[in-house]
């Protein structure tokens, strides 16, 4: 595993399920404590924005000429609801702690309502990665357990959840994304593949000196996808990234 990799402890699988949610070691006492932070749902409130800050936000996500054309969407009382209609098929969005796994200790974070992932999803991820957010936070909204999400997942996967696209991947170049507590609260800039599950060494992924990260399939997640995470080294406003992976 290169060095990255051997930091990142508090990863969540959020961008519809691939929001990668923190640097470095979550000990216990501390996961514990975000435990105990967040154990429930807060008020709806607390997980809204500025409908125009969220907009901005997440196109931050992408480089401008990618986002500019892009569908928008924003979190509404009753789901996510498209902000701004694009041309280019790509779908921008901010996720919320509720994308992440559902145990493990990146699972505090589940019901953290400061928590904001911005994504751009390129056509072939909106058309079969971005339903997952739609339906985890329809479940979310709806007042459902984690224990009644997974399990309506689980249906969603076999009765409407379209097949995995090819080439399905998705930008996470945002500022401004908000992923941990600790004070350091956004990862390295990096876009993200979905596959199939499979062997990580077919990408070459964790191993030294290698810039691919394999996102850890959590017990629990229900959702049979390998993400693959690989920094690019600058943010979607083109200034250098100065994180060291």
């Known amino acids: 595993m290169n060095q990255m990799g051997q930091k990142i402890v508090a990863v969540i699988a959020l961008g519809t399920f691939v929001l990668?949610?923190?640097?470095?070691?979550?000990?216990?006492?501390?996961?514990?404590?975000?435990?105990?932070?967040?154990?429930?749902?807060?008020?709806?409130?607390?997980?809204l924005m500025d409908r125009n800050a969220e907009?901005?936000?997440?196109?931050?996500?992408?480089?401008?000429?990618?986002s500019r054309d892009a569908d928008v969407l924003v979190l509404g009382r009753h789901g996510y609801e498209t902000a701004v209609k694009g041309k280019n098929g790509f779908v921008c969005v901010v996720e919320r702690g509720w994308m992440g796994p559902f145990d493990g200790e990146s699972a505090a974070n589940f019901w953290n309502p400061k928590l904001r992932g911005p994504l751009c999803f390129n056509p072939p991820a909106a058309r079969s990665i971005l339903p997952m957010t739609y339906k985890?936070?329809?479940?979310?909204?709806?007042?459902?357990?984690?224990?009644?999400?997974?399990?309506?997942?689980?249906?969603?996967?076999?009765?409407?959840?379209?097949?995995?696209?090819?080439?399905?991947?998705?930008y996470m170049m945002s500022k401004e994304q908000y992923l941990t507590d600790d004070g350091q609260h956004h990862w390295i800039a990096h876009v993200m593949i979905y596959t199939p599950l499979a062997d990580s060494a077919v990408w070459g992924a964790d191993l030294p000196q290698s810039p691919v990260m394999l996102n850890p399939q959590f017990h629990g997640d229900p959702e049979p996808i390998d993400v693959y995470m690989i920094p690019v080294g600058r943010w979607s406003d083109g200034t250098a990234d100065s994180v060291k992976y």
Not at 38 to 47: I, N
Not at 55 to 66: G, L
Request: proline letters at 9%.
């Open 55 to 66: 907009i901005a936000m997440a196109r931050s996500a992408a480089p401008e000429a990618i």
């Open 20 to 47: 990668v949610i923190g640097l470095g070691e979550l000990r216990p006492a501390q996961a514990q404590k975000a435990k105990e932070r967040y154990p429930s749902m807060a008020p709806l409130d607390q997980y």
């Open 136 to 170: 985890r936070t329809e479940m979310v909204l709806a007042g459902q357990s984690k224990a009644q999400i997974i399990e309506g997942i689980k249906t969603f996967m076999k009765e409407k959840l379209p097949p995995l696209e090819p080439g399905a991947m998705s």
